[in-house]
């Protein structure tokens, strides 16, 4: 998908696909339920995903080892928006009201 709208932010050119009706029917092939679909994303990224070795690539949209990060990353200027590091931590947390 090509971008269809462009704004800047604080310096930041941003771009995004904003012609959701072109979206119809898109994964109509796809016949699983959605808390399947659900169940499988957090499985992937509570037990699949390896967090010592691999990155999220925003530039690139896709998964990518840390050190060919590092590597690429230096050709980029400083500051520049390349790798988003999602880091989970699967615990439970109590909250205390009052």
Known sequence: MEAT???KVDE????????????????????DTISR????FFHYWAYEHDYTRDV?????????RYDIYLAE???FSEGSLYVMIISFSWSVCEYDDG
């Open 56 to 64: 999220i690539s925003i530039r690139t949209g896709r998964i990518i």
């Open 73 to 75: 990353a230096s050709f």
């Open 5 to 7: 709208y462009y704004v």
């Open 37 to 40: 679909l659900l169940w499988a």
């Open 12 to 31: 930041n050119n941003c771009a995004y696909f904003d012609q959701v009706e072109k979206l119809n029917n898109y994964g109509a092939h796809n016949r």
